[in-house]
C-alpha cells in the first residue's frame, strides 16, 4: 500500500488510514480482523498461562495443550464449566472466555449483515447469468406478459430454456408480476436483471453472446419508437463473440421504420406495428374471423407455420404436394436465396433446393402420407362460379391516427364505386386525406357512444361498420367507450334485423372475453398480435417473409369465402374434398370456421389443419379459410 505523503503526517495517523482502507473491503476483510484477533488471544492467554502459572499449563499439555484449550473457550463459552486450577488460570481460562464471547459475537454479526448485504445485491439483479441458447428481453412493457407466455409454450417439449429479461426496473417486481400473470413456466426459467440495454456493462448480465435470439420490447413511453431505435444502434455497434443471435423488434410508427431497420442491420428483423394493424383491421372488416385465424396461426399453443426442407417433393409440383403430408398443410415453398411463395401457382414445380412452408400443430408431428390421401367426394364439390364482387358500403365509427392509412388502404381492396362514411367525434378529415380512386368520403360528427346519434346514422344501409378506439383516452377507458359503442350497433341490428358485420379495435386481450357480449364479429388486438409476431420472429427469423407475404395485398392472402363455393351446403364430405376444390380454383385450403360458433371461446369457430378424412358437412353460412390471390 503506499502511504498518504506530505509532512505533518503523523506514524499514527497513517496507521489509522491503513486501517480503516482495509475494514471497508467488506465482509472479508472483517472477518480476516476477527480471526486475527482471535489468534492473538488464543496466542497471549497461552504464553501468559506459561508463564503465571506454569505447574497449572504442565498439568494441561505445557504450551500447546493450553493453546487448545484457550481456542476452545475462545470458541465455546460453556467449555470452561470443567476448569480446575488455580486462581491465575482461571482468570486467564476466564478472559479466553470472555474476549471470545465478543469476538464470536462479532463474527456472527459481520456473517449475518454479509449474507443481508449478499442478498440484497441478488434482489438488484445485477449479477450475470451464465446460459446458453437463451431468449433475451431488453426492456418492459406488458408486452412481455405475453411473450413469456407464448415462449413458455414454444418450448414445452425442450428439456430445459430460459428467458432473460433486462430492464431498468426492480427484480423483484418483475418477476413478480410474471408470477403473477403467466403464472407457472415450467420447464423454462424466466431470469430478470436490472439494467439499461444501452449500456455495454448491463447488456453483459443476460449474456447476449451466447443467446439464441433478442427481442427489443417498445417501453410505455411517450417516443417509443426512438428507445427501439437507439437500443437497435447499440446491439449493431456491438463487438460479438462467437455467433450473432438475430435481433427482432417493432416500431409503432411507420415514419420509424427505415431508420429501425437501418440501426439494426441486416440480421434484425423489425417490423411496423402500426402497418400490420392497419392491414388486419382492413382486411378483418371484409372477413369477420381474421384476426381469430392469424391468433391462431402467431400463438404456439394452436398451429404454426414451419419451414423444412424435404428432398422427396423434388420434381413434383405445387399442386401435387398438397396431398404429400399426413399431418400438416403445405402452404408455399421456400426458395433458394431466401424468397418465399405462398400459394404459387399448382403447376410450380418443386426445386432441388426448395423447401416447403408448412401448416402444423408442432414440428414433431409433421411427417409424409404413407398411403394414398382420403377419397375425394367429388359429387360434393360445387361447380357454382363465386359471386361478382360489388361496390360497398361503409361505415367508420371513431377516429384515431391509424384512420387515413385505414382508408387509404381500404381503397386498394373495394370495387369503384364504393362509399365510406365517417362517424367521428372531431373535425372534418377528408381535406388531409390523400386523393382516392374507388371510395367516396363523406363526414358526420357524431359522440360514438351516444345511442340517438348512432340510430340517426342509418347503420342498416351498411354492410360493413369498424369502430376505431380512442387514442385520446386511457386504454381501459378506451375499451370501455367501444364497448358501449358495440353493445348499441348489435341492438340496433337485432331490431332491424338486416345484419351487418362489425369489426372492432381494441386494445387490451382480456377485454376480448368481455366483449363477446357484444356478438361483434371480430376484434382486432393489434398489440397482441405484433407480440405473438415478434416471439414467432424470434424463434424462427425466416418467418418474416412468410408473414409479409401473407400481408402483402399484392399476393396471396387469407380469406374466408363462402363454403357453398367449395362444397355442397349439406352434402357429407371430408377436408381432403375441400383441398381438390380450392386446388381447383387455384388455392390452398386451410381450414373452415363453423357459423354456430363464431361467438364461443377460444377458437370461435375456427378449425385450421382438421383431419383430412374425418367426416366434414359444412352448411352455406360456414367459412372456408384459404391462401388464395383474390
Known sequence: MRWPSGRGVRRRDRLQYWFDTTMSRGTTALIGWLGLASAALVVVVASLAIVIAPRDAGDNGHWAGVLWRSLLRTLDAGTMGDDEGTGPYLALM???????????????????????????ELRKGRSRIVEHDHTVLLGWSEQVFTVVAELVEANLSERRSCVAILADRDKVEMEDAIRARVGDTGRTRVVCRRGNPLKVADLRLVSPDTARSIMVVSPPVADPDTHVVKVLLSLGARSWTGRRPHVVGAVQSSASLAAARLAGGPLARVID??????????QSHRQSGLSTVYTDLL??????FYIRPEPSLA???????????????PVGLWHTGGTVSM??????????GDEIVLLAEDDLLIRLAGTARPPVVDQAITTAAPQPRRPERTLLIGWNHRAPKIIDLLDDYVEPGSALDIAAPCEDPRGALPPLARLTIGHTPCDTTDRAQLESLDVGSYKHVIVLSDEDRDPEHADARTLVTLLHLRDMEDRIGDPYSIVSEIHDDANREIAQVTKADDFVVSDKLISLMLTQLSENRHLFHVFADLLDPTGSEIYLKPASDYL????????????EAARRRGETALGYRHRASFHTPPSYGVVLNPDKAAPLTLSADDRVIVLAEK
Open 315 to 329: 420434381g413434383l409440383t405445387y399442386g401435387q404436394a398438397l396431398d404429400a403430408y399426413e399431418l400438416g398443410i
Open 343 to 352: 400459394n404459387p401457382p399448382m403447376d410450380t414445380v418443386i426445386a432441388g
Open 568 to 579: 355442397r351446403p349439406g352434402s357429407t364430405a371430408n377436408f381432403a374434398t375441400v383441398m
Open 299 to 304: 400463438d404456439f399453443e394452436g398451429h404454426e
Open 273 to 282: 406495428a402500426d402497418d400490420i394493424a392497419i392491414r388486419l383491421i382492413v
Open 94 to 120: 476466564l478472559t479466553s472466555t470472555i474476549g471470545g464471547i465478543f469476538i464470536v459475537s462479532a463474527l456472527i454479526g459481520v456473517l449475518t449483515t454479509g449474507l443481508e448485504n449478499r442478498i440484497t
